[in-house]
């Protein structure tokens, strides 16, 4: 079963910046589409950021909280997503949880929405932190 593991979190400053990893040891992310999601302390979790690579195109979105100071992308030999996220805020802090699904984000391309049941399989979170 496919099993992702996140890494990079931590506390940051303010207007720092962080980069986040998202592993699938020993299996290949070639059909899977994978987003990024948050929650934070009392809120819901919402979606920040999804990759869906194909045969010859690469489709990427990012939530409006995040776009222009955020960046994906796919290492595909590594079988591993990051996630570049630059000028960080306090609103920026919550659990940062990866996902993976064969039909994600083709709904986020068209809509701009995260569905959740578009995900197959879940992360088990990496705290991030912006505080000074």
């Known amino acids: 079963q496919l099993q992702l593991v996140e890494s990079g979190g931590g506390l940051v400053q303010p207007g720092g910046s962080l980069r986040l990893s998202c592993a699938a040891p020993?299996?290949?992310?070639?059909?899977?589409?994978i987003g990024w999601f948050r929650q934070a302390p009392g809120k819901e979790r919402e979606g920040v950021s999804c990759?869906?690579?194909?045969?010859?195109?690469?489709?990427?979105n990012y939530a409006d909280p995040v776009r222009g100071r955020s960046s994906i992308s796919i290492d595909n030999v590594k079988n591993t997503v990051f996630l570049q996220m630059g000028i960080l805020k306090p609103e920026d802090t919550g659990v940062y949880y990866c996902?993976?699904?064969?039909?994600?984000?083709?709904?986020?391309?068209?809509?701009?929405?995260?569905?959740?049941?578009?995900?197959?399989?879940w992360g088990q979170g990496v705290q991030v932190t912006v505080s000074s």
């Open positions: 996902a993976a699904g064969v039909e994600a984000c083709v709904a986020t391309f068209h809509s701009g929405t995260y569905p959740r049941e578009d995900y197959d399989y």
């Open positions: 990759i869906r690579k194909g045969s010859g195109f690469t489709i990427t």
């Open positions: 020993g299996f290949s992310l070639d059909y899977y589409a």
